[in-house]
C-alpha cells in the first residue's frame, strides 16, 4: 500500500491517505493559536488499520511542520501526549502552560 500524509490547512487536520485510494487511513486533529501554538486534540487511526504505527507516522510528519515553522505544542490528545513523552526529540516542542 502506497501512502502520503497531507496537511489539509483549512481543516486543521494531518491525514495518512491511502495514496490508491484516496482513503483517510490515520489523522490527527489541530487547533492553531496566536504565537505558533498548536493544541493537538484529537488523532484517529481507522479500526482496520490500527496497530500498524499509522498514528505515529500522522503525528511524526505534524511535529516535523510545527517545528519547521518554530511552533509549539500543546498536545492535548492523550495519544500526542504519550508520543511526545516517549520520545526526548520532541521535548522542546512541548509549550509551556
Same mark, same amino acid.
Not at 61 to 86: K, M, N, Q, S
Given at each position: ?12 487536520? =494531518?491525514?495518512?491517505? !491511502?495514496?490508491?485510494? &484516496? +482513503? ?9 493559536? +496566536? /504565537? /505558533?501554538?498548536? +493544541? =493537538?486534540? #484529537? ?5 482496520? #488499520? *490500527? &496497530? ?18 518554530? /511552533? ?8 500526542? !501526549? ?8 520532541? #521535548? !522542546?516542542? *512541548?509549550?509551556?502552560?
Amino acid at each position: 500500500m502506497s501512502m502520503v500524509i497531507r496537511h489539509d490547512e483549512q481543516h486543521h487536520r =494531518f491525514e495518512l491517505v !491511502d495514496d490508491k485510494s &484516496g +482513503e483517510v487511513l490515520a489523522f490527527a486533529d489541530y487547533r492553531p493559536f +496566536e /504565537g /505558533g501554538v498548536w +493544541e =493537538f486534540h #484529537h488523532t484517529v487511526t481507522q479500526p482496520a #488499520h *490500527r &496497530g500498524q504505527g499509522l498514528a505515529g507516522e500522522v503525528v511524526t510528519a505534524a511535529l516535523a511542520e510545527v517545528r519547521a515553522r518554530g /511552533g509549539r505544542v500543546v498536545p492535548t490528545c492523550w495519544y500526542v !501526549d504519550g508520543f511526545i513523552r516517549d520520545h526526548p526529540e520532541y #521535548h !522542546d516542542l *512541548r509549550a509551556q502552560r
